[in-house]
């Protein structure tokens, strides 16, 4: 038996906060570009069998990172459409190492459109006590971090998901593609 060879990488990553639009411009430019949509949050619950909340619950952030670790490691070894990572899976070093290179891109959302999009009460563990503040808090953390993995930094605030990946193909140069 001979082992499926390696697909990725992927032909557009995209990184960013909560509500920045990643899932849905996701599969808008996996549409455009007949490829495939995938989210590494959808693996990890796919692999624990349940939502990430309960396993913020019930394992621990430490456990959910280690999974996020693993499944943005498998995603860019072999997955070649359109691949969208979990707010946080920039904070790891070896994370961002394995994205240097690749066309990411961090959709960047001001906090009035991310509470907008998703509401700062949805079940998001890291934003459980106090989301607004906390919400500001991880974004001067995570930041520096996104811009630093980021080929480009495409501004989500008061943009259809549409008008989002044409800045996304524009700035990748993939309009034409």
Same mark, same amino acid.
């Given at each position: ?65 280690? !999974? ?33 290179? !690749? ?70 140069? !993939?309009?034409?593609?």
């Amino acid at each position: 038996m001979t082992a499926r060879p390696a697909a990725g990488p992927p032909r557009i990553v995209l990184v960013g906060p909560p509500g920045a639009g990643k899932t849905t411009v996701g599969r808008v430019l996996a549409a455009r570009l007949g490829a495939v949509y995938r989210d590494t949050d959808g693996d990890i619950e796919a692999t624990a069998g349940k939502p990430i909340p309960e396993i913020f619950i019930d394992e621990g952030e430490p456990h959910f990172r280690d !999974l996020e670790r693993a499944a943005v490691r498998a995603a860019l070894a072999e997955h070649d459409g359109v691949l969208s990572l979990g707010g946080g899976a920039v904070m790891d070093d070896g994370t961002r190492a394995l994205l240097a290179g !690749l066309p990411v891109v961090f959709l960047e959302v001001g906090l009035h459109d991310a509470v907008r999009r998703v509401g700062l009460d949805a079940p998001r563990p890291l934003l459980a006590v106090n989301p607004r503040q906390r919400w500001r808090e991880l974004m001067d953390a995570r930041r520096p971090l996104y811009t630093e993995v980021a080929r480009a930094v495409v501004p989500t605030d008061d943009r259809t998901p549409e008008d989002v990946a044409d800045a996304v193909l524009d700035a990748l140069q !993939l309009k034409d593609a």
